[in-house]
T-cell receptor
Framework: LAKTTQPISMDSYEGQEVNITCSHNNIATNDYITWYQQFPSQGPRFIIQ???TKVTNEVASLFIPADRKSSTLSLPRVSLSDTAVYYC????????????FGRGTSLIVHP | DTGVSQDPRHKITKRGQNVTFRCDPI?????LYWYRQTLGQGPEFLTYFQNEAQLEKSRLLSDRFSAERPKGSFSTLEIQRTEQGDSAMYLC????????????FGPGTRLLVL
């Protein structure tokens, strides 16, 4: 069962780029890396998923080094509305895979 | 709105009562998950279904918890003889097998046991 480690909390200011790194030393060959965002009293929301190198969508980028033992979620020019908890998960979503969220990273964006 | 709905959104009950929550996934999604989330923690996996088959239920918190997904569509999570420690947010998520780990979560049902 792949385990992830993230910082508990981060602080930033509006307009800055935020990078949140997740360690997953035991990632398996078939595992994807997926990031979710959660606001208070809401369910988590999918942000981005990747397998290797770099993935970019309209809200974030995901950087994955060649050894895939870590990944970095990059949020460009954050705003107050990006204040949330961010979770990274690893897994292939198949077979007996059980999603494990951990405590996530609480990002607070200041004015 | 992800397309996953949960009902009710809030439930207040007295200790010892039974409660049932419903989840309606996105229609073409064959996997459905239930999670529990307490304050300051990430979602904790409880069980999941692939179509109507419950493939993993060892993580259900006790034998007071049970889940069903008749006909592979909506699902229900029942908690019998509720305890104050059951107070939490109960989340449902669904996904297609081909979407890797991309899950779509509902808004959750917040349970308060008095």
């Amino acid at each position: 069962l792949a385990k992830t480690t993230q910082p508990i909390s981060m602080d930033s200011y509006e307009g800055q780029e935020v990078n949140i790194t997740c360690s997953h030393n035991n990632i398996a060959t078939n595992d994807y890396i997926t990031w979710y965002q959660q606001f208070p009293s809401q369910g988590p929301r999918f942000i981005i998923q990747g397998y290797k190198t770099k993935v970019t969508n309209e809200v974030a980028s995901l950087f994955i080094p060649a050894d895939r033992k870590s990944s970095t979620l990059s949020l460009p020019r954050v705003s107050l509305s990006d204040t949330a908890v961010y979770y990274c998960l690893v897994g292939d979503g198949r077979g007996s895979y059980i999603p494990t969220f951990g405590r996530g990273t609480s990002l607070i964006v200041h004015p | 709105d992800t397309g996953v709905s949960q009902d009710p959104r809030h439930k207040i009950t007295k200790r010892g009562q039974n409660v049932t929550f419903r989840c309606d996934p996105i229609s073409e999604h064959n996997r459905l998950y239930w999670y529990r989330q307490t304050l300051g923690q990430g979602p904790e996996f409880l069980t999941y279904f692939q179509n109507e088959a419950q493939l993993e239920k060892s993580r259900l918190l006790s034998d007071r918890f049970s889940a069903e997904r008749p006909k592979g569509s909506f699902s229900t999570l029942e908690i019998q003889r509720t305890e104050q420690g059951d107070s939490a947010m109960y989340l449902c998520a669904s996904r297609r097998l081909v979407d890797g780990e991309t899950q779509y979560f509902g808004p959750g049902t917040r349970l308060l046991v008095l």
